[in-house]
């Protein structure tokens, strides 16, 4: 079993217009939904973490031009 079906899952409202609200039913079929929004939330943490990543090397970059 991989980790993720290990994890307890939680149920979570999400407000959307109705005109997005129908487009995402329309395109996601029930039981994909969630895996999409779990994907898209898994990629903009990975993102957020490159970025944080991105900004302590330049940090440490300046630094050492400083000195």
């Given at each position: 079993?991989?980790?993720?079906?290990?994890?307890k899952i939680?149920?979570?409202?999400?407000?959307?217009?109705?005109?997005?609200?129908?487009?995402?039913?329309?395109?996601?079929?029930?039981?994909?939904r969630s895996?999409?929004?779990?994907?898209?939330?898994?990629?903009?943490?990975?993102?957020q973490e490159?970025?944080?990543?991105?900004?302590?090397?330049?940090?440490?970059?300046?630094?050492?031009?400083?000195?």
């Open positions: 079993m991989s980790k993720k079906e290990k994890e939680e149920r979570l409202i999400i407000k959307l217009p109705k005109t997005m609200a129908d487009y995402f039913r329309a395109e996601f079929p029930h039981g994909k895996d999409f929004v779990a994907d898209c939330l898994m990629k903009r943490k990975r993102e490159v970025k944080k990543l991105e900004e302590e090397l330049r940090q440490v970059g300046k630094a050492r031009q400083n000195t």
